[in-house]
């Protein structure tokens, strides 16, 4: 498969021991009901694998809507899905799965979701301090806030559950170039993602939704720290109608954006950017 045959939102590339694994939302169930998500196998990111379920709904799995934005991170030689699940009865949150190996299958991990009970939550992405101490970044949904929250909690070793209240880094409507949604004072915070240019730097990308649609964001540690505080770039990296990215290295070097655009149900599709080291696209 190529990249424009692959309907998925959110991708997420894990490169592993030669080879490329890709995840995200199967597109054509996003809105309702789910069972699963699939990985994408690539050796060259150009000619991908047929889908492979990495996970399947277990008998008797709270969650039967939304399995949103799956990204998968290696922590102490497993490897852990952060994906986000809802059902008719109980609020949208993250909850971590586990696998011996890319593909899967993966399992429940986590004690259900790691983000607060009773709280609409979404995208959870996983960052570890300088000192060993594992986190988590997610968003506290405009749905329920209005005014979308992007926040940090602190989780146990072995990231069964959370240990720390949430803190809040950042609303949606902080950066001047966000709009609002759905008629009103309504801003959306969208698909954290965390990367250190370097040992002392630490960046974000995030979505949210400006005078181009749906676009992907980039704001700034002024510290260094998960903590922040976070300085929001003047202006989307990427405002066409596209977002919920993430930043990989490819095995030859070379820095990649990859997001999923249109942000139009059934024609999402992956799209790789090439970047400069300092996050500006190449021309």
């Excluded at 607060?116 to 300088?130: I, K, M, Q, S, Y």
Aim: charged share 25%; net charge negative.
């Amino acid at each position: 498969m190529k990249l424009h045959d692959i309907n998925i939102r959110d991708p997420f590339v894990l490169p592993y021991m030669g080879k490329y694994y890709m995840y995200g939302t199967r597109a054509a169930t996003c809105w309702g009901e789910c069972d699963g998500f699939d990985v994408y196998v690539s050796d060259s990111l150009d000619d991908w694998s047929n889908p492979i379920e990495a996970f399947h709904k277990p008998e008797g799995f709270w969650a039967d809507l939304n399995y949103w934005a799956p990204e998968v991170h290696i922590y102490k030689d497993s490897f852990y899905a952060f994906v986000s699940f809802k059902s008719s009865d109980r609020c949208r949150g993250t909850q971590l799965l586990r696998s011996d190996a890319p593909t899967g299958p993966f399992v429940p991990h986590s004690e259900g979701p790691v983000t607060p009970a009773g709280w609409e939550c979404l995208d959870g992405t996983f960052f570890v301090n300088n000192e060993g101490q594992p986190y988590m970044v997610f968003c506290h949904e405009w749905v329920q806030v209005r005014d979308g929250e992007m926040c940090l909690i602190r989780l146990s070793e072995d990231l069964k559950r959370a240990e720390s209240e949430p803190v809040v880094l950042f609303t949606a409507s902080e950066p001047g170039w966000t709009r609002g949604v759905k008629n009103g004072p309504n801003f959306v915070t969208d698909g954290p993602f965390l990367y250190k240019p370097d040992k002392d730097s630490l960046v974000m990308l995030w979505s949210s939704f400006g005078d181009g649609g749906y676009a992907q964001a980039i704001a700034r540690s002024a510290t260094g720290s998960i903590t922040g505080p976070w300085i929001h770039d003047k202006e989307p990296i990427f405002s066409r109608d596209g977002g919920h990215g993430m930043i990989f290295r490819a095995f030859d070097g070379q820095l990649y954006l990859t997001l999923h655009s249109p942000n139009e149900k059934l024609k999402e599709h992956p799209v790789f950017i090439e970047l400069n080291d300092d996050l500006t696209i190449k021309c």
